[in-house]
C-alpha cells in the first residue's frame, strides 16, 4: 500500500465492492454450476469479465442481454432465472472493521463512492447496507454514470459532480488496475488489500 503524491486533500473516494463490502464471484459461479449441473472449475475458466460484462456495467446492455451473452460464453443453458440466482449471490458482507473508519473519517472529510456496478446489484446493496451506504454523500455507479473504472470519464464524471479536482481526490480501491487508472487520471491512489491499508492511508492523511 502507498498513497501517491498525497498533497492536500479535500474528498475521500472509495470502491464498495472488496474494500467496502465483501465480495466473493466464485459463490456466483458455484451457483450457476449448480443449476447447470457442470464442474466449477470447468465453469471458472470459461468466466471472465469481458466485453459484454463490461457493457452491462456500463449500462449499455441490460441484464437479459448480458445473461444471453453467457449462455454462449459459458455454455451453459440456464433461464434468466436461474442466472439471476446465482448473480446474486455475489455479496458475501461488510468488510470488518470499515464502517469505524469510515465513520472517524467522515468527520475530517467527505466520502464518496464510486463502484461499477449493474442495477440488479445495486438493488442488493442499496437495500442489504443501506446503513453503511448512508455514510457517503454520493455513491457514483458506472451502468448510470455510462463510464466504469478505470476509464478516465469515469473519475471525470465523479470529480465534476462533487467539484473538487482530480489531484485533490484520494482513491481507494481492491483492484491494481483501477489504481493505477486513478493515478493516470491525475488522482491520489491507495491499493487496499486490506481494512489495514485503509486504515494506514487516513492515518496518514487526517492526523
Request: net charge negative.
Amino acid at each position: 500500500m502507498q498513497v501517491v503524491s498525497p498533497g492536500p486533500v479535500d474528498a475521500l473516494l472509495f470502491d464498495l465492492g472488496g474494500v467496502v463490502i465483501e465480495i466473493d464471484f466464485d459463490r456466483v459461479l458455484a451457483r450457476w454450476a449448480l443449476h447447470a449441473g457442470t464442474d466449477f472449475a470447468a465453469l471458472k475458466s470459461r468466466f471472465s469479465f469481458d466485453p459484454s460484462y463490461q457493457r452491462h456495467e456500463r449500462g449499455e446492455i441490460d441484464v437479459a442481454a448480458y445473461f444471453a451473452s453467457l449462455r454462449t460464453t459459458l455454455g451453459i443453458d440456464l433461464s434468466d432465472a436461474q442466472f439471476m440466482d446465482g448473480w446474486n449471490e455475489l455479496f458475501v458482507g461488510e468488510v470488518p472493521g470499515i464502517a469505524d473508519l469510515l465513520q472517524r473519517a467522515r468527520t475530517r472529510l467527505p466520502l464518496y463512492a464510486l463502484t461499477n456496478s449493474n442495477p440488479a446489484h445495486q438493488q442488493i446493496w442499496t437495500r442489504e447496507y443501506a446503513s453503511l451506504l448512508g455514510l457517503f454523500r454520493a455513491v457514483f455507479v458506472s451502468s448510470e454514470i455510462g463510464q466504469r473504472k478505470p476509464e478516465l470519464g469515469a473519475f471525470q464524471a465523479v470529480g465534476a459532480a462533487i467539484g473538487v479536482p482530480l489531484s485533490r481526490i484520494l482513491f481507494f480501491d481492491d483492484s491494481l488496475e483501477n489504481v493505477e487508472g486513478a493515478k493516470a487520471s491525475g488522482l491520489c491512489a491507495v491499493h487496499v488489500g486490506s481494512p489495514a491499508d485503509v486504515e494506514r492511508a487516513l492515518k496518514a492523511i487526517l492526523d
